[in-house]
């Protein structure tokens, strides 16, 4: 039997990946503890082991394991290291490692890319005249996830106030694209970069947080095409699949922002799930493997958003029980409703980060010309019967 090493929780990938062989799943613990389920273990190595790696390695290098499958941002180094001293195979190459550093993948696509985004380390930037300054900006950590810590300056003072009291090596500065921001769904495999999700992106007032995302309602043109083609092979994506972030201007030049060898967030994966035949996180493991069997896309009849409601005013309390989302599900078309806070919890500010959603839904409608009414009615709905300023 095959056997196979994964560094994601979600139930869907495990699952999947139980299809082709018994699975370890291996996370952080306090302590070294093994949990037999169905199909796979549980494995917590304590977090001192993913420094050494010793003890990880002793434990599976008498398990024949077959493949190391890796997803996760936080552990990709890690677990490329490992795959490399147990001479095992892996989805992750050495190419992955270092443009996770952003400003390594930045330059790489720099060199490339028709439309250049101007990047500065911070020290650079500061050094800068005021007249060469020129806002707003993006600060960004180099190696980070999503939204987390990305923030959008309109002034000097706003830019050293997020700085306060970090050390400035670890972030870097760079030109804010004024345009419309797109996350781009990938595959790649068998020699070719598929595009199989487009979606457009709602964000909360202020930051670069995102509400929600609509997806394929927006066609890439092919000049855009070739640009993200380009972009694919810059990041020698192979038997993998991107999840990447770009903006388009009004004149439909194209930048690339960043991109990950994974799944996208944001419930981004459900929203175009029926483009595809057979199952399609089964075929991500068999991407994952070098086992992909050749498919094809199928056209989306209906069209699915995410969404991420926040209360209008704040403080509000989340408030929700089964009945709000039964209802949800019944009246909107959500397919998934899934509350990130405890009913009861208080929400103090804007979401700064994806942790900070109160709740997340998944909806389908029949017509693109539905989303945007739909998306009202649920955020009124939200705002009355979710968020209680009544603390």
């Not at 960004?140 to 999503?146: A, V």
């Not at 509400?211 to 640009?227: C, F, M, R, W, Y």
């Amino acid at each position: 039997m095959k056997t196979f090493i994964l560094d994601v929780n979600t139930p869907v990938m495990i699952d999947a990946l139980k299809s082709l062989g018994y699975v370890y799943k291996v996370k952080p613990g306090k302590q070294f503890d093994e949990i037999k389920r169905d199909g796979f273990s549980e494995v917590f190595f304590k977090k001192d082991d993913f420094r050494t790696m010793t003890n990880i390695i002793n434990y599976f290098k008498s398990k024949e394991i077959t493949a190391v499958i890796s997803f996760n941002e936080n552990t990709r180094k890690f677990w490329y290291d490992f795959a490399k001293k147990l001479e095992v195979r892996t989805n992750l190459k050495a190419a992955y490692v270092f443009n996770q550093n952003k400003i390594n993948a930045r330059k790489k696509i720099n060199s490339v890319a028709t439309n250049q985004v101007k990047w500065y380390t911070v020290d650079q930037f500061l050094q800068l005249s005021s007249e060469d300054q020129h806002f707003p900006v993006i600060l960004k950590p180099r190696i980070g996830k999503g939204s987390m810590n990305v923030h959008k300056c309109d002034n000097l003072k706003l830019l050293k106030s997020f700085l306060n009291d970090k050390d400035y090596s670890n972030f870097f500065v760079e030109e804010f694209i004024d345009g419309k921001e797109f996350s781009i769904e990938g595959i790649h495999v068998n020699g070719r970069h598929i595009i199989y999700g487009v979606t457009s992106k709602m964000k909360y007032e202020g930051t670069v947080v995102e509400a929600g995302h609509i997806s394929n309602v927006v066609h890439l043109t092919d000049p855009q095409k070739n640009e993200l083609m380009k972009i694919y092979d810059a990041l020698e994506y192979s038997n993998i699949v991107s999840h990447t972030e770009i903006m388009i201007k009004s004149d439909g030049s194209l930048f690339y922002i960043e991109s990950h060898p994974r799944l996208g967030g944001d419930l981004i994966p459900t929203l175009t799930l029926p483009e595809f035949s057979e199952d399609f996180y089964q075929l991500i493991m068999k991407v994952a493997i070098g086992k992909a069997p050749e498919f094809t896309l199928k056209a989306q009849k209906n069209t699915r958003f995410s969404l991420f409601p926040e209360p209008k005013k704040l403080p509000a309390k989340f408030i929700y029980s089964k009945n709000n989302i039964n209802f949800l599900k019944k009246r909107y078309g959500c397919y998934l409703v899934l509350p990130n806070f405890s009913s009861g919890e208080v929400v103090t500010n804007i979401p700064s980060n994806s942790y900070d959603r109160p709740i997340a839904l998944a909806c389908e409608v029949s017509s693109v010309n539905d989303v945007s009414m739909t998306i009202n009615n649920i955020l009124a709905y939200c705002d009355k019967h979710l968020f209680s300023s009544d603390i």
